[in-house]
């Protein structure tokens, strides 16, 4: 099974998640989740438990904020994780945002200091197995600086496209790479 996590913002029903659905059909579950960190992690964590008793095999595609739970989970639970772009260090880089739009619906959200203190709380300091990660990253991504990925990732399996942007163009293009990886 494959859990898609959203980056921020967004929702189960975005774009590269219907890519990811359309693909792998019932083998991807991707929630929509809060914009609140601890409530986002307590979800993805009740979901990768109950898959974990049913014996399922799980990988993980995070992207963006998405990409930084990946981290996190994949190292608690031992799981292997395909990184779209990922915030390495989101804490910092919603820092001076305030007010939000969601991307589906259009609802606004404020992200509050305490929300940048989850995010800091669940950052994995030492990641130990960073084989289990694919690292997916485009340079001319227009929010996020790939560099902060490739130096904190860099025993990852890391493909680096010039060009492309933060959505990640042409994703599906991966999509037998991410199955080999994660359930291979």
């Known amino acids: 099974m494959i ?39 307590d979800t993805l964590e009740q979901i990768i438990e109950i898959l974990i008793e049913k014996d399922e095999k799980i990988g993980l595609v995070g992207s963006s904020l998405g990409g930084y739970y990946a981290i996190y989970l994949a190292n608690k639970y031992d799981l292997k994780a395909i990184l779209i772009n990922p915030a390495i260090y989101p804490y910092k880089t919603l820092d001076k945002l305030g007010m939000a739009v969601n991307y589906f619906d259009s609802s606004s959200f404020e992200v509050t200091k305490e929300h940048l203190n989850q995010l800091k709380a669940i950052e994995v300091n030492t990641l130990t197995n960073q084989k289990n990660f694919m690292t997916l990253l485009q340079t001319e991504d227009e929010i996020l600086d790939y560099n902060e990925a490739v130096e904190r990732l860099p025993e990852s399996e890391l493909i680096i496209e010039e060009g492309g942007n933060h959505s990640f163009e042409n994703i599906e293009s991966y999509f037998r790479k991410i199955d080999k990886f994660l359930f291979s």
Not at 3 to 10: L, V
Not at 20 to 26: N, S
């Open 3 to 41: 859990i898609y996590i959203h980056g921020f913002g967004s929702s189960g029903h975005g774009g590269k998640a219907s890519l990811f659905r359309e693909y792998f059909e019932e083998e991807v579950f991707a929630p929509s989740l809060s914009y609140v960190p601890s409530l986002a992690i």
